[in-house]
């Protein structure tokens, strides 16, 4: 197998991509990104020299994935989401020393328009809402929403939101998946 590109993406030499992989108009790939395979990167999305994209991830239109970022194997990235590098960047004044790593865990789901702050961190199966800004670390499993991103409930593997609340064992009523609530976050259960 191979990836393939639309006629009109650049994909720089030196950039590694993964087989099965599809890059569809207008895109841009910089020498050094890395994109794993089975990937889809839509219309007009940017990979920075040092991102990393795991297997099976699905970047919509209009998304630029800067230097630093970081996305595991089955992100979901909505149409027109943003990502930062530099929390105080000025046009006259070098910050490419102070670039900060953002952190997209396995599984989780970036909303269209949703704009994550660099240097936070999203847990595995996270559910950040269309619009949300989120400014610190997200945990597993959390959905949150709003400016900035608050908690607004849970999600289950399977994409699902989950009628639970600290006290309790969680079961998604469409997979029948558990979860354990545990000091402010939730664990699976095997």
């Keep these: 197998m191979t990836w393939t590109a639309h006629a009109s993406a650049v994909i720089d030499d030196g950039a ?3 087989d099965g ?3 569809w ?4 790939v910089c020498a050094g990104a890395r994109i794993g395979a089975a990937c889809t990167l ?3 999305v940017y990979v920075a020299p040092t991102a990393v994209i795991g297997d099976r991830v699905k970047i919509q239109n209009n998304v630029s994935i800067y230097d630093r970022v970081v ?3 089955d992100v979901f990235v909505g149409p027109s989401a943003v990502f930062t590098n530099v929390r105080n960047p ?7 020393d102070a670039y900060e790593r953002t952190h997209v865990g396995a599984g989780a789901t970036i909303g269209a328009n949703a704009t994550i702050v660099c240097g936070v961190t999203l847990g595995p199966y996270a559910f950040v809402g269309a619009g949300a800004v989120v400014t610190r670390d997200v945990t597993a499993f959390a959905l949150v929403v709003g400016v900035p991103a608050h908690l607004a409930g849970w999600m289950c593997r399977c994409g699902i939101q989950l009628e639970t609340n600290v006290d309790v064992v969680a079961k998604c009523e469409a ?3 558990g979860y354990l609530p545990a000091n402010g976050h939730l664990e699976e259960l095997p």
Excluded at 90 to 96: G, M, N, P
């Design 16 to 18: 590694m991509i993964g």
């Design 21 to 23: 992989t599809r890059i």
């Design 25 to 28: 108009h207008f895109s841009h």
């Design 42 to 44: 839509g219309q007009n």
């Design 71 to 73: 996305l595991d194997d």
């Design 90 to 96: 000025r046009s006259e004044v070098s910050r490419k």
């Design 175 to 177: 997979c029948g998946r």
